[in-house]
């Protein structure tokens, strides 16, 4: 059964840094490229940061770009999302994605909350 369980949301306020993670299961993980998008409310779903399966590239949204990084461990089945210099419009729910060709799994998401 294929699993992506996020953790690691809260509530932080401007300037402060979150650490968001995506542990894996039921699927060859090291065969999937990984990614993080973002929901905020009334918005549509948008790429946040990707990683590739193998190689390590990365890229990420313009809005992020300095300030989150995305990172993987494919021998502990996981995806992080470091966020620093959170800012109230990075307030959203976070999923994470796993894709391969023809085959894409979702998490639940995690609700980060930027907020005075």
């Known amino acids: 059964q294929v699993q992506l369980v996020e953790s690691g949301g809260g509530s932080v306020q401007p300037g402060g840094s979150l650490r968001l993670s995506c542990a894996a299961s039921g699927f060859t993980f090291s065969s999937y490229s990984m990614s993080w998008y973002r929901q905020a409310p009334g918005k549509e779903r948008e790429l946040v940061a990707a990683?590739?399966?193998?190689?390590?590239?990365?890229n990420y949204a313009d809005s992020v770009k300095g300030r989150f990084t995305i990172s993987r461990d494919n021998a502990k089945n996981m995806v992080t999302l470091q966020m620093n210099s959170l800012k109230p419009e990075d307030t959203a729910i976070y999923h994470c994605k796993a894709e391969t060709f023809g085959r894409s799994h979702w998490g639940q998401g995690t609700q980060v909350t930027v907020t005075s």
């Open positions: 990683i590739a399966s193998v190689g390590g590239r990365t």
